[in-house]
């Protein structure tokens, strides 16, 4: 476990990629010599190199024999055998405890974004504190949770709530929209309306009778459920090609069907967005 925490940390953490290491300004340079650098730019692993950083920014990446380290540098040695890399980025959370978003960013998890159930008060002032550095944490990305009311639960019922509570996201300072499954069409295509109007950005499940295509249509940027990826809600994913392809309406003759596969695949590769997930 401590060499996957370096592997995945030590350049996020340690170098103050993000807002969470500003809890203390960095006035000096850090040196991580003899790190094998995955630089996620190109299938590569950069054996035997050194990176320079100073007040958060990496000023030199090169091989260890030709980076000079200043003098006075806090020195970082993988000893050849560490790996670098950026920080991770988890677009799929739930989360504005302290405990756990401390742990976020000490493996090395130094962006999220919620999708649902955090309190506005955390939304609107404490996040920030986050987001500036004053807390140890992740930066925080947060959407509105919008869905038909089922059982205790409070929702958007008509078309005027649904625009409402587009403008109070924002006004609070939502970063996104996320539409829930059960929206009736009338409100989701409210909701995009307003959305577009106000400038903010929704992501989402897929939504019951509306479909991905339209959906996409209409504005919809991310999916934010992989087994959702299906061109209507009730529509199957084979075992085959459960990762990407959709099985579509059985009276399709085989051509038609492997021509809307392939099709649907392309749409998804440019909507489909995977969680990440991580043990501690």
């Known amino acids: 476990m401590r060499t996957t925490v370096v592997r995945i940390a030590a350049l996020a953490c340690a170098l103050g990629v993000s807002h969470a290491h500003r809890l203390v300004a960095q006035t000096t340079v850090t040196a991580f010599v003899h790190f094998n650098v995955v630089p996620m730019t190109s299938d590569t692993v950069l054996r035997d190199y050194t990176v320079l950083a100073a007040d958060g920014k990496i000023t030199v990446v ?8 200043p003098r006075g540098a806090v020195r970082v040695d993988g000893g050849g055998r560490q790996f670098l ?76 709530q649904g625009r409402d509570t587009v403008r109070y996201a924002k006004q609070i300072g939502y970063d996104f929209i996320k539409v829930y499954s059960f929206l009736t069409d009338s409100v989701f295509d409210a909701i995009m309306q307003e959305a577009t109007a106000q ?21 919809l940027k991310m999916v934010v459920h992989a087994e959702e990826l299906r061109p209507s809600f009730t529509g199957l994913i084979t075992s085959e090609r459960a990762d990407s392809l959709v099985r579509l309406w059985e009276d399709r003759t085989a051509t038609e069907k492997e021509e809307a596969a392939a099709q649907a695949e392309q749409r998804i590769l440019q909507y489909a967005c995977c969680s990440l997930s991580w043990m501690g």
Do not use: C
């Open 62 to 69: 090169g091989p260890t024999k030709t980076v000079r380290v």
């Open 85 to 160: 890399t950026p920080a991770l980025a988890d677009m799929h959370t739930h989360t504005a405890n302290p405990r756990e978003l401390a742990l976020f960013a000490s493996h090395g998890v130094l962006t999220i974004l919620n999708l649902g159930w955090s309190p506005d008060a955390f939304v609107a002032m404490e996040r920030r504190r986050y987001n500036s550095g004053e807390l140890f944490g992740p930066t925080v990305f947060e959407a509105r949770r919008m869905n038909w009311p089922y059982g205790r639960t409070p929702g958007i019922a008509t078309v005027a």
């Open 199 to 219: 400038g903010i950005t929704v992501v989402g499940h897929q939504t019951n009778g509306i479909g991905l295509e339209r959906a996409f249509r209409s504005g």
